[in-house]
Nanobody
Framework: QVQLVESGGGSVQAGGSLRLSCTAYGVTYSMDCLGWFRQAPGKEREGVARLYSDGSGSRIDATSYGDSVKGRFAISRDIARNTLYLQMNSLKPEDSGMYYC??????????????????????WGQGTQVTVSS
């Protein structure tokens, strides 16, 4: 049974940083499409960042970011720890919301990973709350 568990959320002042983690159980990250999404109250779920690995063993993963977080957020993974990260810097109040990690496997290209809608992701974590105060 695949389970994704997020952690690292919390409250921070504007300009601060947080690092979110998402550890996978029951599966090993290999040829994967992984992502972070967020949802604020009364708003639709928004894609934050995605990471694609073709399983070739290359240390370079392809990444994609939402326009609102480019240059401030960074998605990465640690294969040995089976964990996905989201480093969030220069946080703004509008970054507040529930953050979810998600995964889908056996994806054949970065394009598919980055362009398919969020409903294409098979597995989701329970979410971790991020609150940024001004």
């Amino acid at each position: 049974q695949v389970q994704l568990v997020e952690s690292g959320g919390g409250s921070v002042q504007a300009g601060g940083s947080l690092r979110l983690s998402c550890t996978a159980y029951g599966v090993t990250y290999s040829m994967d499409c992984l992502g972070w999404f967020r949802q604020a109250p009364g708003k639709e779920r928004e894609g934050v960042a995605r990471l694609y690995s073709d399983g070739s063993g290359s240390r370079i993963d392809a990444t994609s970011y939402g326009d609102s977080v480019k240059g401030r957020f960074a998605i990465s993974r640690d294969i040995a720890r089976n964990t996905l990260y989201l480093q969030m810097n220069s946080l703004k109040p509008e970054d507040s919301g529930m953050y979810y990690c998600a995964a889908r496997f056996s994806v054949d290209s970065a394009g598919t990973c980055f362009q398919d809608p969020d409903v294409s992701f098979t597995f989701w974590g329970q979410g971790t709350q991020v609150t940024v105060s001004s």
